[in-house]
């Protein structure tokens, strides 16, 4: 096999270019002696070779590798902290300061290791009305565009245009759980349709998703196509706050930052009767519900720790009972 022999000075620099020009063979073991490091090569004849070293005929050991981190560190020799979530079939990353000098190798590992189309990384927290972030491209095929697969449904979605997070997987199936055939539901901010989606796919209901970003109720209208739930699901594209419904058994509100915002509009659709859940960034909510208590009975039936959105900053969910009087 072949190899590129260079100084041990030297080998540092070396393997960033052969990163970077996609020649390392990472899955052999780099071979390192007294003065010289030999990495190597998945091609002997490309052109920015010629000034880097010696090329040399060499057997490497294949290597083993048991996890990402370990690929990451025979890429870097370092080992680095960053976390991900896959979606489809891209991977979007998130890399602190510390280890940002490494983000294209950090990349270049995701997509050998989960066979991805594209790495992206977050530049930025979600921000404005329709939760998007700032992604930036790092490796593969820039194309944001991806099926995502979730408890048997089918999510199209654009990772750079929408909010979707994968980490709400359980919570999606935690409501479902809840849910019974002949309700009628309202998803106040549906984004692509993962809530509204799966319990049509499971239940005999009928839901109208709202949301306000264009590109989200695009892809919902899509997700309903997919996934044959056209005679359940009502996408409609607008402010919730100006969409009046009435008589519904239940009510899904994520929006964490300022679903409290929008408690007296949910209370407004119910029916009689019906549950909320209601996703916040407050983990007490006495005082957001003093007031609606005044005109409605509403007792918080539970309370759950749904996922870190900042260090040591929650989103909480609290399931509540309205009943009308
Ligand atoms: C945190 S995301 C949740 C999306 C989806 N429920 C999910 O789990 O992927 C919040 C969504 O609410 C939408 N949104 C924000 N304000 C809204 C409003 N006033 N009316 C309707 N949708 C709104 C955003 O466009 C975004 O898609």
């Known amino acids: 096999m072949k190899g590129l022999r260079v100084k041990k000075r030297d080998a540092e620099k070396v393997k960033k270019i052969l990163i970077k020009n996609k020649i390392l063979d990472n899955k052999r073991k780099v071979k390192r002696d007294r003065d010289y490091v030999i990495f190597p090569i998945s091609c002997e004849k490309c052109e920015v070779l010629k000034s880097l070293g010696e090329i040399v005929e060499e057997d490497f050991e294949p290597l083993e590798r048991k996890n990402l981190y370990e690929l990451v ?3 870097t020799g370092k080992k680095l902290k960053f976390s991900f979530d896959i979606i489809g079939n891209i991977a979007i990353v998130e890399i602190p300061e510390e280890s940002l000098d490494y983000k294209h190798e950090i990349a270049e590992a995701l997509l050998t290791f989960h066979k991805l189309k594209a790495v992206y990384r977050k530049a930025s927290e979600v921000y404005g009305r329709t939760r998007i972030r ?8 820039n194309e944001s565009e ?21 980490r709400l997987s359980f919570e999606r199936k935690r409501i479902l759980d809840m849910v ?3 309700e009628l539901i309202v998803d106040m901010f549906s984004g692509v349709g993962p809530f509204s989606i799966l319990i049509a796919k499971n239940r005999d209901v009928k839901i109208y998703a709202i949301d306000i970003n264009p ?3 695009y892809y919902l209208r899509q997700n309903i196509e997919l996934n044959k739930v056209e005679n359940k699901v009502v996408p409609i594209l607008a402010d919730c706050s100006r969409v009046n419904i009435k008589g519904a058994d239940r009510v899904i509100m994520n929006l964490p930052k300022e679903s409290h915002l929008y408690l007296e509009k949910a209370i407004e659709y119910i029916n009689k009767a019906g549950f909320i859940h ?7 909510i006495e005082d957001i519900l003093r007031k609606l208590r005044e005109k409605d009975e509403i007792k918080i039936l539970n ?3 749904v996922k870190e959105y900042a260090p040591r900053k929650y989103i909480y969910v609290f399931d509540l009972f309205v009943e009308k009087m």
């Not at 209601?278 to 007490?284: A, L, M, P």
Request: hydrophobic share 40%.
């Open 134 to 141: 700032k992604l930036e491209f790092l490796f593969g095929k």
């Open 180 to 182: 019974k055939d002949g």
């Open 146 to 166: 991806t099926i995502h697969k979730e408890h048997g449904i089918l999510l199209k979605l654009d990772v750079k245009k929408v909010y979707f997070s994968p």
């Open 73 to 75: 560190y025979e890429l």
């Open 215 to 217: 590109w989200a109720v």
């Open 303 to 305: 309370k759950r720790k």
């Open 278 to 284: 209601f996703y916040t960034i407050y983990e007490n």
